[in-house]
């Protein structure tokens, strides 16, 4: 193939000479950019003699030059037609039926190399070359088969032969016995000498094609079955399906899945259409037309030919349109041609399947646009749907399949935009009121119900466990902790959409309570104290609203955690004092004595210690009355660390070695890696740096255990900063780093920024006065949404030393 690689290389150094992009060529010349990347490469073998002379025009090419690139445009490296070509040019002229390219072609770079690399590359030699293009309706399929088609037409001199199979409509789909008769007369036959049966039909299509070097482009089918019949059988041919529709199981077909465009590539379209300098002037309105559209090329289509048609319409006039979901698809196109009718052919195909599980699946989707998030879980979907997890996946899978859901990960599914506001449409058409509120309940239901088995599984003993309801006993126990908490990491996203849809649904706002104190297992072990006030507010503001008040009490008093942790101590003191008051106007012991605990916590550390042993006393009293041991641990644990602020020794040793042993006893390995660290913080603010270490390494050996990486990280940290009052500057060091590196992995940025608090310090002990302030700016700007007083602190430090 020299000739081609000549020509290539001579118009490459023909535009190198003129100093001109691909870009700059392919506009003076009036060509595609593609067109002339293409010819560069080598790939189309066989310009037309109006693209040679217009290429030498706009190179600037003398008589010579051009007659040398006109030479290297005729070379031999392309074949020639066969015998048989000659045969069928005796009985008619070679078809060529492809529709028009668009003119403003936008993206799709990376799939149309894998098009034109099938079409017409060298390891597609030998055989049928055949490329499915699959994706919803609307992305794109047509367009980027008919213009990579029409970039590889010189390759196929026998012809070019497209049918719509309108497999999705409009109208009825055609069946491979009609489509083999079009197929054949726009190869010479006619109506009476083609065969009645398909195989004989079939047979007779593919005796017609062999040896022919011939496109056929079959668009918009519904599925392998109708395009089998219709596929080239000898080599120098080439086939190139549209579907919906996955095509996977046509064996021998380079598939091509189409999504939606980028942003930059929806823009650009956008561009084309309405202009670019308008596109300039408002760059925020396009980007949001880009979001609203969903990026779908069909969807952006729609809205440039209507601002191209109004030239004086500001195009934030159509954002305000298509903010409005209710009515976005009306402003997408009412006809055959808009989203919501492309939306809901692929719907109905599913819906008229004779497979049953294609039929729910068309019913399913009803359902899954009533959640506010678009990422699907398969055991979040059952629940809403009430079905299998096994049946659920079956459903989806169908879904994908169609293209109406993408597959993102296993089990974890994505609903474009656009396809959720059809769903949300139908669902408001065809739902009623209560069956849509059932649904929703479900996820509820089971997000509480894994909720409080993550809070089982992270406080064994927790005397909250006591407030489950039925959620409790609808999912089964929880056997790897730190799995479940990951899956709330991921989900969270989703759950927090569900909360705030209930917040605004007056029958699900009753759930909302009992969610967000079963959350607290989560909300500790991830020290997510920011995520944790902001449903506590709202949780809290309900269960008032609606006199749940052992429900109202708990969250009052969580409320509490949140501000300790951020140092807003007086704040957090009112919380759990006011939730004291509130369990013992409603004669609750356990609540009495875990905010009796905390109330005594945040005494000790206002520098009350006189109140804080008093209210440490009562929790202790109550705990032991009702035989709660963990409540019963946690009084030591505060009354250890009150005694240590007062000098007295023996007795915090033996108030926290008593609550260590109510945690070994209990199991709890979470809660025993807890108290080891109170512990050792009560020993190091007593001076008593050692017996600290020791017992901060214990945590961190129990952390590990455990797998928990926020306890690992937070034991870490508090391990630098001892080591560096002891003047261990190397061990001070290595725990700090490791402790910011476990925090960044989990994406804890309050915990990172305190280990980088941690090694400015250290950085400052050794005089390394810049890399101190760098790790202060750094932990600053992830503190600066996180902890307001962690940020102070880190912006203190520069400061003083700046």
Do not use: C
């Given at each position: ?8 290389e001579?118009?490459?150094e023909?535009r190198?000479a003129?100093?001109?992009?691909q870009g700059a060529l392919?506009e ?5 950019e593609?067109?002339v990347?293409?010819?560069e490469r080598g ?6 003699v109006?693209?040679?002379r217009?290429?030498a025009?706009a190179?600037?090419?003398d008589?010579?030059?051009e007659q040398?690139?006109s030479a290297?445009?005729k ?6 037609p066969v015998q048989a070509a000659?045969e069928?040019?005796?009985l008619?002229v070679?078809?060529?039926q492809l ?5 403003d072609f936008?993206?799709r770079g ?6 034109l690399?099938?079409l ?5 030699t030998?055989i049928?070359r055949?490329a499915?293009v699959?994706?919803m ?12 088609a029409?970039?590889t037409v ?12 309108r497999?999705?409509g ?5 069946q491979p016995?009609d489509?083999?008769?079009q197929l054949?007369?726009?190869l010479g036959f006619?109506?009476q000498?083609i065969?009645?049966?398909v195989d004989e ?6 005796s ?9 482009l ?10 089998r ?5 000898a080599?120098g041919?080439?086939v190139?399906v549209?579907s919906r ?5 046509l064996p021998g077909f380079?598939?091509?899945r ?5 942003e930059s590539?929806?823009?650009s379209l956008?561009?084309?259409m309405?202009?670019?300098?308008r596109v300039?002037?408002e ?5 949001t037309i880009?979001?609203l ?6 969807a ?8 191209a048609a109004?030239p004086?319409?500001?195009?934030e006039?159509?954002t305000?349109?298509l903010?409005?979901e209710?009515?976005?698809?009306d402003e997408?196109?009412?006809?055959h041609?808009?989203?919501r009718?492309?939306?809901?052919a692929s719907?109905?195909f599913?819906a008229?399947s004779?497979?049953l599980?294609e ?7 009803d359902f899954?646009?009533l959640p506010?998030g ?7 979907t059952?629940?809403l749907?009430g ?12 879904l994908?399949d169609?293209n109406?859901l993408?597959?993102t990960?296993p089990?974890r ?7 959720q506001a059809?769903?949300?449409?139908q669902s ?8 849509r509120?059932?649904a ?12 409080w088995r993550c809070?089982q599984?992270t406080?064994r003993?927790?005397?909250r466990?006591?407030?489950?309801g039925d959620?409790l006993?609808t999912?089964p126990?929880v056997?790897d ?6 899956w709330f ?6 759950l927090t959409?569900?909360?705030?849809q ?6 699900l706002?009753?759930?909302?309570p009992e969610?967000?104190?079963?959350l607290?297992g989560y ?5 997510s104290?920011t995520?944790?006030r902001a449903l506590l ?16 009490a ?5 409320l509490g955690?949140?501000?300790a942790e ?7 003191l009112?919380?759990?004092?006011d939730a004291?008051?509130l369990f013992?106007e409603i ?8 905010a009796?605990s905390s109330v005594?916590h ?16 009562e929790s202790?009293e109550?705990?032991q009355r009702?035989?709660?041991h963990?409540?019963?641990g946690?009084?030591?644990l505060?009354?250890g660390t009150l005694?240590?602020r007062?000098?007295d020794?023996v007795?915090?040793?033996r108030a926290?070695?008593?609550?260590i042993?109510l ?7 979470r809660?025993l890696g807890?108290r080891y660290?109170?512990a050792a913080?009560s ?6 740096l050692?017996q600290?270490v020791?017992?901060?390494t ?11 990486e926020n ?8 391990l630098?900063?001892f080591?560096?009052e ?5 061990e001070?060091?290595r725990n700090?780093?490791?402790?910011a590196?476990?925090?960044?992995a989990?994406?804890n940025h309050q915990r990172e920024?305190e280990?980088l608090i941690?090694l400015g310090?250290?950085?400052?002990a050794?005089?390394?006065?810049g ?5 202060w700016?750094a932990?600053?700007t992830?503190?600066?949404?996180q902890s307001?007083?962690?940020?102070a602190?880190?912006?203190?430090l520069?400061a003083?030393t700046?």
């Open positions: 193939m020299a000739s081609e690689a000549m020509l290539g001579l118009l490459r023909f190198t003129a100093g001109l992009t392919a003076k010349a009036g060509l595609s593609q067109a990347s293409l010819l790939t189309r073998r066989r310009p037309r109006s693209t040679v217009a290429l025009e190179l600037g090419l008589p010579q030059q040398r690139l290297a445009a070379g031999s490296g392309t074949p020639q000659t069928l040019s005796s008619i070679a078809p060529r529709p028009p390219t668009l003119a936008t993206g990376a799939e149309l190399d894998t098009l690399s099938t017409v590359g060298e390891q597609h030998g049928v055949m499915a699959t994706g309706g609307g992305v794109g399929k047509t367009s980027l088969a008919v213009h990579a029409h970039l010189d390759h196929y001199p026998d012809g070019h032969l497209y049918i719509d199979l497999g999705y409009p109208g009825e789909p055609i016995r489509a083999l008769t054949l007369r726009s006619d109506s000498s065969p009645e049966t039909a079939a047979a007779l299509y593919r017609r094609l062999a040896g022919l070097r011939i496109l056929v079959l668009d918009n089918a519904n599925g392998a079955a109708q395009v019949q219709l596929l080239p059988g080599p041919a080439a190139v549209t529709r996955s095509l996977t199981t380079v598939q091509v189409l999504t939606p465009l980028t590539d929806s823009i956008l561009g084309k309405v202009g670019e300098s300039a002037t760059t925020a309105a396009v980007r880009s979001r559209t969903g990026r779908l090329p069909l952006v289509r729609l809205i440039g030919a209507r601002l109004r004086a319409w500001p195009i006039h159509v305000d349109q903010r409005d209710q009515r976005r698809l997408l196109g009412t006809g041609n808009g989203v009718s492309n939306i809901a719907v109905e599913l008229t004779d497979q599980v039929r729910q699946a068309a019913t399913a989707l899954l646009g506010n678009t990422e699907l879980v398969t055991i979040t059952a629940h749907l079905e299998s997890e096994h049946h659920t996946e079956e459903m989806l899978e169908r994908v169609l109406l993408e597959s990960a089990g599914y994505h609903l474009h935009d656009l396809i059809y769903a949300r449409e408001s058409q065809r739902l009623s009121e209560g069956t509120t059932d929703l309940s479900r996820v509820l239901v089971f997000y509480t119900g894994l909720a809070q599984a406080h003993e927790g005397s466990l006591a407030m489950a959620s006993r999912v126990e056997t902790v730190n799995a479940v908490l990951r990491d991921t989900e969270w996203t989703n959409g569900a909360f705030h209930a917040q605004r649904i007056p029958a706002r009753s759930l909302l969610l967000t104190l079963a607290f909300f500790e072990a991830r020290a104290w995520e944790m507010v709202i949780g809290r503001q309900i269960a008032g609203e609606l006199n749940q008040q052992r429900l109202a708990w969250l009052e008093h969580d955690i949140p501000s951020e140092n807003a101590r007086e704040e957090s009112t919380h759990f004092q004291l008051t013992r004669g609750d012991p356990i609540g009495q004595a875990r009796a005594s945040l005494l000790e550390q206002l520098g009350r210690l006189d109140e804080a042993v008093e209210s440490a006393e202790l109550l705990s009702i035989g709660d963990a409540l019963e946690l009084s030591y505060a009354l005694y240590s007062r000098g020794t007795l915090a040793d926290f070695n008593r609550s042993a945690a070994t006893m209990s199991g709890s390995e809660s807890k660290q109170v913080d020993h190091a603010l007593a001076g008593q050692p600290a020791e017992l901060m214990k945590a961190l050996s129990t952390f590990e255990r455990l797998s928990d306890g690992r990280s937070e034991s870490h940290s508090r630098s900063t080591y560096l002891l003047g261990d500057v190397a001070a060091r700090a780093e490791a402790g590196a476990l925090a960044r989990l994406g920024g280990a941690a310090k250290i950085e400052q050794t005089e390394q006065l890399a101190a302030r760098t790790h700016r932990a600053a992830l503190l600066h949404s307001p007083h962690q940020e602190i880190a912006l203190t520069l003083q700046e």
